[in-house]
């Protein structure tokens, strides 16, 4: 495979690193398909862009 390198300021790297790791997380995983889960019955959840704000 062909390597590729190019430039993203700092803060967008981290937040995909932030993602990359939500990702790998199963336990992050199963709480974020259960707050999806509840959303589609209408329940009010939280939201992880409120909490970093």
């Not at 937040?15 to 589609?40: F, P, Q, T, Y």
Request: hydrophobic letters at 40%; charged letters at 30%.
């Amino acid at each position: 495979m062909l390597q590729e390198m190019i430039t993203i300021p700092k803060n967008e790297y981290e937040l995909l690193l932030e993602e990359v790791g939500i990702l790998r997380n199963k336990e992050m995983m199963n709480a974020i398909k259960e707050s999806d889960e509840a959303k589609r019955k209408g329940v009010k959840t939280w939201s992880v862009g409120s909490l970093l704000h």
